[in-house]
């Protein structure tokens, strides 16, 4: 079997926009076959940008990439055979079926007759539409066109699976749902996925490889477990028992590491200096200040703290105010 | 077989959308009765070609229907623009024209539904067809190329701008077209210079002449070959547009 069989490679993609800065600024990506790629990032970063040069939709300004072997720029209609995407826009007509978009779809992958029949049943099980399949899209829930989506995006057996923030929105069932359904296509029928999002949660559950992209530069790449063991270093929350010693409280705690935020209010929180820091000694020293405690809590690193350590900010709240889409007009200069 | 597909998207969902059925159909006949009923005097003109205004009117309707097909189907090409709808076509190996071939096979599908009932209610309101039933067919291919000519502009523009404002933007500035046409009256009858003149100039007025020709004149050929002359003129200009629109906007490679 070809080894780029169901690849992705890119080296120094760039994507310039006529107005506003490189979306994509010389990112390399090596994603092998069957492997769950999660690409995290606040809004604003160059996901969705990645995506639509990965898929052929938008030109890359400079840098070189092939999707499962072929050109992007110079082998479109090849890689376009192989890939399916959903992306960020779950883009259904809301009066039309179900049903009736999986007839669209096929017809424009080439797909007729018992066969179309056929796959659009067999997707519209698997996704758990069968019984919504001849309701108009205008009736469904977030999460059942989200499903839709992903079921459009698989009629043609693609290689490939480019999901743009596929869960944004959903509740945790619905979440949940397609996030089992991801990790099956990838363990039992070897596809590649490449899945851009905001939560740390679903790069962090999902996905075999992280690569973390901030302002179009790819900041961290590496398992979760790699990413996490770089920084090392556990966090301490704690809330006082008695208001009035908040301060007493922050003095002792960042004898042990530097204050961060993000946590409820009232608490304090430090992340710890040493990797192996010494959760005795910080009881016995709020013990030694007389600090009474209502809530102390170890927090194990997650990405949002690699986040945190790569770009100074943390992933949540990070997102520019100019929306990734607005940017993403494709210009045919 | 994929534009077929593609057509029968575009005529399922303005069938679902009760408004986009109900206007086109009603507005027109409403203009024409309250047309027929307060300038039927103009017919007294000496040089009037008919003593029927409302079978001189008749042609206003096909007219404006196809104009209304036209700012509906194309609100809605606009919108699956903005939605992303017209990015997932483009990830499938459909070529970029099928997609234009549909989208505009499905707008003429309408217009021609549309061109029946207003023939319809004309003839069961008196019109009678003085070409017959090979003019009632003709007419019908005319219409085709009077809602391919509005139709093609009206993809051009939702392709250039993306925008079901920009679309719906289009419908006065055709309505302006129409008003400034032969419409409601002969050119020749035409009093004021510079409308006469506005009239001539404005190729919805042969388009409405040819119609007209059909339906209260015998076989003129003349009138009627510049109609679909005109109607095919548009068509070429406004589908090469939109042609090239639709390259820069997909802008896939």
Same mark, same amino acid.
């Given at each position: 079997?070809?080894?780029?069989?169901?690849?992705?490679?890119?080296?120094?993609?760039?994507?310039?926009?006529?107005?506003?800065?490189?979306?994509?600024?010389?990112?390399?990506?090596?994603?092998?076959?069957?492997?769950?790629?999660?690409?995290?990032?606040?809004?604003?970063?160059?996901?969705? +940008?990645?995506?639509?040069?990965?898929? +052929? =939709?938008?030109?890359?300004?400079?840098?070189?990439?092939?999707?499962?072997?072929?050109?992007?720029?110079?082998?479109?209609?090849?890689?376009?055979?192989?890939?399916?995407?959903?992306?960020?826009?779950?883009?259904?007509?809301?009066?039309?079926?179900?049903?009736?978009?999986?007839?669209?779809?096929?017809?424009?992958?080439?797909?007729?007759?018992?066969?179309?029949?056929?796959?659009?049943? %067999?997707?519209?099980?698997?996704?758990?539409?069968?019984?919504?399949?001849?309701?108009?899209?205008?009736?469904?829930?977030?999460?059942?066109?989200?499903? =839709?989506?992903?079921?459009?995006?698989?009629?043609?057996?693609?290689?490939?699976?480019?999901?743009?923030?596929?869960?944004?929105?959903?509740?945790?069932?619905?979440?949940?749902? =397609?996030?089992?359904?991801?990790?099956?296509?990838?363990?039992?029928?070897?596809?590649?996925?490449?899945?851009?999002?905001?939560?740390?949660?679903?790069?962090?559950?999902?996905?075999?490889?992280?690569?973390?992209?901030?302002?179009?530069?790819?900041?961290?790449?590496?398992?979760?477990?790699?990413?996490?063991?770089?920084?090392?270093?556990?966090?301490?929350?704690?809330?006082?028992?008695?208001?009035?010693?908040?301060?007493?409280?922050?003095?002792?705690? %960042?004898?042990?590491?530097?204050?961060? +935020?993000?946590?409820?209010?009232?608490?304090?929180?430090?992340?710890?200096?040493? +990797?192996?820091?010494?959760?005795?000694?910080?009881?016995?020293?709020?013990?030694?200040?007389?600090?009474?405690?209502?809530?102390?809590?170890?927090?194990?690193?997650? =990405?949002?703290?690699?986040?945190?350590?790569?770009?100074?900010?943390?992933?949540?709240?990070?997102? %520019?105010?100019?929306?990734?889409?607005?940017?993403?007009?494709?210009?045919?200069? | 077989?994929?534009?077929?597909?593609?057509?029968?998207?575009?005529?399922?969902?303005? *069938?679902?959308?009760? #408004?986009?059925?109900?206007?086109?159909?009603?507005?027109?006949?409403?203009?024409?009765?309250?047309?027929?009923?307060?300038?039927?005097?103009?017919?007294?003109?000496?040089?009037?070609?008919?003593?029927?205004?409302?079978?001189?009117? !008749?042609?206003?309707?096909?007219?404006?229907?196809?104009?209304?097909?036209?700012?509906? #189907?194309?609100?809605?090409?606009?919108?699956?623009?903005? /939605?992303?709808? &017209?990015?997932?076509?483009?990830?499938?190996?459909?070529?970029?024209?099928? $997609?234009?071939?549909?989208?505009?096979?499905? &707008?003429?599908?309408?217009?021609?539904?549309?061109?029946?009932?207003? &023939?319809?209610?004309?003839?069961?309101?008196?019109?009678?067809?003085?070409?017959?039933?090979?003019?009632?067919?003709? !007419?019908? &291919? !005319?219409?085709?190329?009077? *809602?391919?000519?509005?139709?093609?502009?009206?993809?051009?523009? *939702?392709?250039?701008?993306?925008?079901?404002?920009?679309?719906?933007? !289009?419908?006065?500035?055709?309505?302006?077209? $129409?008003?400034?046409?032969?419409?409601?009256?002969?050119?020749?009858?035409?009093? /004021?210079?510079?409308?006469?003149?506005?009239?001539?100039?404005?190729?919805?007025?042969?388009?409405?002449?040819?119609?007209?020709? $059909?339906?209260?004149?015998?076989?003129?050929?003349?009138?009627?070959?510049?109609?679909?002359?005109?109607?095919?003129?548009?068509?070429?200009?406004?589908?090469?547009?939109?042609?090239? #629109?639709?390259?820069?906007?997909?802008?896939?490679?």
């Amino acid at each position: 079997m070809d080894p780029h069989a169901n690849s992705i490679e890119a080296h120094g993609l760039v994507r310039e926009f006529k107005k506003g800065p490189r979306a994509v600024d010389g990112i390399d990506l090596q994603i092998d076959p069957g492997e769950i790629y999660g690409f995290l990032g606040p809004n604003g970063a160059g996901k969705s +940008t990645t995506v639509h040069m990965l898929t +052929t =939709l938008l030109p890359p300004t400079a840098g070189t990439a092939t999707v499962a072997g072929y050109d992007i720029v110079h082998e479109g209609p090849a890689v376009r055979k192989v890939i399916g995407a959903a992306l960020q826009e779950a883009a259904l007509d809301p009066y039309l079926t179900g049903r009736e978009h999986l007839r669209l779809q096929t017809a424009m992958h080439g797909i007729t007759g018992d066969e179309r029949k056929r796959r659009s049943d %067999e997707l519209l099980a698997r996704v758990g539409l069968t019984e919504a399949a001849d309701r108009k899209i205008r009736g469904y829930s977030g999460g059942m066109k989200r499903r =839709l989506d992903l079921a459009l995006a698989l009629v043609h057996r693609p290689r490939i699976l480019f999901l743009d923030e596929p869960t944004t929105g959903l509740d945790i069932q619905s979440r949940t749902a =397609l996030w089992e359904e991801v990790g099956r296509l990838a363990r039992d029928e070897g596809v590649t996925v490449f899945l851009t999002t905001q939560y740390l949660e679903e790069a962090d559950v999902l996905a075999d490889r992280v690569g973390i992209i901030d302002h179009g530069h790819i900041v961290a790449e590496g398992t979760p477990e790699q990413l996490k063991a770089e920084i090392a270093r556990s966090t301490i929350e704690a809330i006082p028992a008695d208001r009035e010693q908040r301060g007493s409280l922050a003095a002792v705690l %960042e004898r042990f590491g530097a204050p961060t +935020t993000g946590f409820g209010p009232g608490s304090v929180a430090v992340q710890l200096a040493s +990797t192996d820091g010494d959760i005795a000694a910080i009881v016995r020293a709020l013990d030694a200040e007389g600090v009474r405690i209502a809530h102390f809590q170890i927090h194990e690193p997650t =990405l949002d703290d690699v986040f945190l350590a790569k770009t100074g900010r943390h992933l949540e709240g990070a997102g %520019e105010e100019v929306e990734e889409k607005q940017q993403e007009e494709p210009v045919s200069a | 077989m994929q534009a077929g597909i593609l057509g029968r998207r575009a005529v399922v969902r303005t *069938a679902r959308q009760p #408004a986009n059925v109900v206007f086109p159909l009603i507005f027109p006949m409403l203009l024409l009765a309250v047309n027929a009923g307060g300038l039927k005097a103009e017919t007294r003109l000496p040089g009037f070609p008919t003593n029927s205004f409302l079978a001189f009117a !008749l042609a206003v309707p096909f007219v404006q229907g196809a104009l209304l097909a036209t700012v509906n #189907a194309n609100v809605e090409f606009a919108r699956d623009i903005q /939605t992303g709808f &017209l990015n997932r076509l483009a990830l499938t190996p459909v070529r970029g024209l099928v $997609l234009l071939v549909g989208q505009l096979g499905g &707008l003429l599908t309408i217009a021609l539904v549309q061109a029946v009932f207003y &023939l319809a209610v004309g003839v069961a309101f008196g019109v009678r067809l003085e070409t017959g039933v090979a003019g009632a067919a003709l !007419l019908l &291919l !005319l219409e085709a190329v009077i *809602a391919l000519a509005f139709a093609s502009f009206g993809s051009w523009a *939702a392709l250039r701008t993306g925008s079901t404002e920009a679309v719906q933007g !289009l419908f006065p500035v055709f309505f302006v077209f $129409l008003f400034l046409s032969s419409m409601n009256i002969p050119r020749q009858l035409i009093s /004021t210079t510079w409308f006469r003149w506005v009239a001539t100039i404005n190729p919805v007025s042969y388009l409405i002449e040819a119609v007209r020709s $059909l339906v209260i004149q015998h076989w003129r050929w003349e009138t009627i070959g510049l109609g679909f002359a005109v109607g095919a003129g548009m068509s070429l200009i406004g589908f090469a547009l939109a042609t090239h #629109a639709l390259v820069g906007r997909l802008a896939r490679t």
